[in-house]
């Protein structure tokens, strides 16, 4: 605190991200990257950004980057108008919060999301409201149908939990809430869920947000995307030239628009991921976990006679780092990212020592 801060970063209260430890042999499981590396078609691309005319980069890229939203609008077969980017789904969501939820009412999400919701409240004096999830962790389309509100935001799959809400429920809030937008945070959508931009033609209030950090495997390369009607989008626009008109630099641009033409990459990757979750999900479930269904890259498991807190410890001292949120409701949880299988392999053996320190 010093005397020279504004009042608003006073009164802020930032988001946390998951570690990022420079440790050497760590088994990374907390923050949902993707196990395998990005296509090899992007990492060409970025090379050849720099190969073709590397004293192109004393230039401005497109502030526009109108070859990535073309390559968004072809993969899902919209209009490249329908079509907003940014510098991570992170930036996305922070100008759709600016643009199209700050509105008279409170917003609504669940109680169990992703943190950095209330944070972009914080920042941007959005009043909100948490919708509690239901006894099992499942989203109840019910709390978000016949409450006023100044719009609505859930992560499907939600996280930390992983588990999926139906299209046909999804649809169901955004029919329920004409006169607010309703924004689909699909950032884990890949990895077993079906998409809402399938919905985006029939609903003028619908914004589905995605991001190449995780399907993509490019967390790296921060690039994050939304799909919705062209007047949701030039709200976003507008808030985007009013802040930064590069958010995307030459080198993201080429290498997301690579990473979304190479379908068979992506589909041989996600299928890997997904596999291995099915996997790691019986192998807990042998241990004694109960694992919440997973549609993401992720499980959320509990064990009914171990601490969470705990277990994440004795991970770590194994130097396997898994997310625990200390939170209501989830404290007894671990969120743990799908890894290689032989990363899973070792995370499966390492629970069993600690469960059974004797055998
Ligand atoms: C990871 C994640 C994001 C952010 O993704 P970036 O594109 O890396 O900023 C957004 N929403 C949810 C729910 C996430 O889990």
């Not at 209260?13 to 990022?20: D, F, K, N, S």
């Not at 196990?35 to 890229?61: C, F, T």
């Not at 950095?116 to 919708?131: H, I, M, Q, S, W």
């Not at 619908?206 to 995307?225: E, M, N």
Request: hydrophobic share 45%.
């Amino acid at each position: 605190m010093s005397r020279f801060w504004s009042r608003v970063v006073r009164d802020l209260t930032p988001y946390v991200p998951g570690e990022q430890p420079k440790i050497a042999n760590l088994i990374k499981l907390n923050t949902n990257e993707n196990p395998y590396p990005p296509s090899p078609k992007a990492l060409a691309a970025i090379q050849a950004e720099l190969d073709g005319d590397a004293a192109r980069l004393r230039l401005y890229p497109d502030p526009n980057a109108d070859l990535l939203k073309a390559a968004v609008a072809r993969r899902y077969a919209v209009t490249p108008a329908q079509v907003f980017v940014g510098n991570g789904s992170d930036e996305v969501l922070a100008h759709v919060f600016m643009a199209l939820l700050k509105h008279e009412q409170p917003i609504l999400f669940p109680d169990i999301s992703y943190s950095f919701y209330p944070v972009y409240c914080g920042l941007y004096g959005v009043e909100y409201a948490t919708v509690p999830l239901a006894d099992d962790f499942a989203i109840d389309p019910d709390g978000y149908c016949g409450r006023p509100n100044g719009g609505i935001i859930f992560p499907n799959p939600n996280a930390p939990t992983g588990r999926l809400l139906p299209l046909d429920a999804v649809e169901r809030i955004i029919a329920a809430n004409p006169d607010s937008v309703v924004v689909v945070d699909e950032a884990y959508v890949d990895f077993g869920g079906k998409s809402a931009i399938a919905l985006v033609d029939r609903h003028d209030n619908l914004l589905v947000v995605h991001t190449l950090s995780k399907s993509r495997s490019l967390a790296g390369l921060r690039v994050g995307y939304a799909v919705g009607h062209p007047e949701l989008i030039e709200a976003l626009e507008r808030v985007k030239n009013s802040f930064n008109s590069y958010p995307l630099d030459r080198l993201a641009i080429a290498g997301a628009v690579a990473a979304i033409d190479d379908q068979a990459y992506f589909d041989q990757t996600c299928a890997a991921v997904v596999a291995t979750r099915d996997a790691l999900t019986a192998d807990l479930a042998g241990l004694g976990f109960e694992v919440l269904p997973s549609a993401a890259n992720f499980i959320f498991a509990r064990h009914p006679a171990h601490d969470a807190g705990e277990l994440a410890k004795a991970l770590r001292e194994r130097n396997i780092i898994v997310r625990h949120f200390r939170q209501p409701r989830i404290d007894q949880f671990l969120r743990i990212t799908v890894g290689t299988d032989a990363e899973c392999q070792a995370l499966t053996d390492a629970l069993r020592a600690i469960l059974n320190p004797a055998a």
